[in-house]
């Protein structure tokens, strides 16, 4: 294997169950004797850093950032019609955990959009309340990340999108 590594010290990855962190850089350990290479990645937004062995980056779903493309990909599907299946709300609750976890923005992008609520609409229960922030969040640091921009903007943009569809 050659020495050349997928990220470098510095690179904003997505971790499809935890989202956009930070390569802080690569460590060496050894565990249960045999020496490894492990990626050191910071999620400031769950305050946690992770450890990805490199040779399990492609196991992990471990990944660069969207490209330009993928990411307005995501931001046309929030303008689409939102599809809420008729299925009862756990069953559609563990799609919609699935789809976020899957850590795809455009799947993640169809979660904030169905569950997406206007001030004109009924209240949603607290769970569709939770996976929706869960699914805003995921896609705002993305979003965030790739235009380089912090946080707040990115979820003033999401939510632009979001009203005016």
């Known amino acids: 294997m050659a020495d050349k590594l997928m990220f470098n010290t510095g690179d904003?990855?997505?971790?499809?169950t935890h989202g956009v962190g930070k390569v802080l850089g690569v460590e060496?350990?050894?565990?249960?004797?045999?020496p490894l290479k492990l990626f050191v990645i910071s999620f400031e937004s769950e305050r946690m850093t992770l450890r990805v062995p490199?040779?399990?980056?492609?196991?992990a779903g471990l990944r660069k950032l969207s490209s330009k493309k993928i990411m307005?990909?995501?931001?046309s599907t929030l303008k689409g019609r939102a599809r809420v299946k008729r299925?009862?709300?756990?069953?559609?609750a563990q799609e919609y955990e699935?789809?976020?976890?899957?850590?795809?923005?455009?799947s993640i992008a169809e979660v904030v959009r169905d569950l997406h609520r206007n001030a004109d609409q009924p209240d949603q229960?607290?769970?569709?309340?939770?996976?929706?922030?869960q699914a805003l969040e995921r896609l705002a640091s993305e979003v965030a990340a790739v235009e380089k921009i912090d946080m707040d903007?990115?979820?003033?943009?999401l939510e632009k999108l979001l009203t005016a569809a």
Do not use: C
């Not at 699935?98 to 455009?106: E, L, Q, W, Y």
């Not at 229960?125 to 922030?133: A, G, K, L, P």
């Not at 903007?153 to 943009?157: D, F, G, H, N």
């Open 12 to 16: 904003f990855v997505v971790y499809p």
């Open 28 to 34: 060496k350990q050894e565990i249960a004797g045999h």
């Open 54 to 59: 490199v040779g399990k980056v492609n196991e």
């Open 72 to 75: 307005d990909g995501a931001l």
């Open 87 to 92: 299925t009862m709300w756990s069953r559609r």
């Open 98 to 106: 699935a789809k976020i976890n899957s850590g795809d923005p455009i």
């Open 125 to 133: 229960s607290f769970s569709e309340r939770q996976i929706y922030e």
């Open 153 to 157: 903007k990115a979820q003033l943009k």
